[in-house]
């Protein structure tokens, strides 16, 4: 898998800059700006599309103590970048969006946290992957067209070319979503009770 310099690199040179970087630190406007859009950038890549890679699910920690208009107060995942959904204890497939449990992400003195009804809730979400060595292809290419992006104007001064990258990021975001269908398999529709009845 591709390193966080060789992503830099290969953004650069779709910026039609060919000379690449060998780290954050060298003295170069090239590896500066990288190293200032970088780490941001991945978050929000990691957080525009749920990434196969980067999905947990944990059972939340309840702390008590819920707000009004709630029935629970649970503590936010630590390295939780999005929260995707509430879930139930057992639940696998995602649910419908008429069967999606409600929450809202607050504050308490001690960080983040999550209001919800659900009794022992569980949570899918996205956590905050660092280590480039866990990164898909698809995900690398994606960073790299959003990173170009926001090189293009400060290295370029050409908005055609940041307009170009920015339709290559959302194509790749495309492709990313059609493979993550293909690589998941979700547990079979249950039998409608009308065919059940009938057997």
């Known amino acids: 898998m591709a390193s966080d310099i060789e992503i830099c690199n290969i953004a650069l040179s779709r910026v039609a800059h060919t000379q690449p970087i060998v780290s954050f630190s060298e003295r170069s406007k090239e590896a ?3 190293s200032v859009f970088y780490a ?3 978050k929000l890549v990691l ?3 749920p990434w196969p890679f980067a999905e947990s699910n944990v059972v939340l920690a309840d702390i008590g103590s819920p707000a009004p208009g709630w029935a629970f107060r649970y503590r936010y995942p630590a390295d939780c970048l999005k929260v995707r959904e509430i879930i139930m204890p057992g639940q696998r497939r995602p649910l419908t969006s008429d069967m999606q449990i409600p929450y809202k992400v607050g504050f308490d003195t001690s960080g ?5 009804d659900q009794t022992q809730a569980g949570v899918r979400f ?6 480039p060595t866990f990164f898909d292809a698809l995900f690398a290419d994606a960073l790299a067209w959003r990173l170009a992006m926001d090189l293009a104007l400060p290295l370029s001064s050409k908005a055609d070319i940041q307009q170009y990258c920015q339709q290559q990021y959302r194509q790749a975001l495309t492709e990313a979503q059609g493979s993550a269908f293909e690589e998941s398999q979700d547990d079979p529709e249950p039998e409608s009770e009308f065919i059940t009845v009938r057997q």
């Not at 983040?112 to 919800?116: E, G, Q």
């Not at 996205?126 to 280590?131: A, C, G, I, L």
């Open 112 to 116: 983040r946290v999550i209001h919800t």
């Open 40 to 42: 941001s950038l991945r």
């Open 32 to 34: 500066e700006l990288c």
């Open 126 to 131: 996205t956590f905050n992957v660092e280590d």
């Open 47 to 49: 957080t525009d599309f």
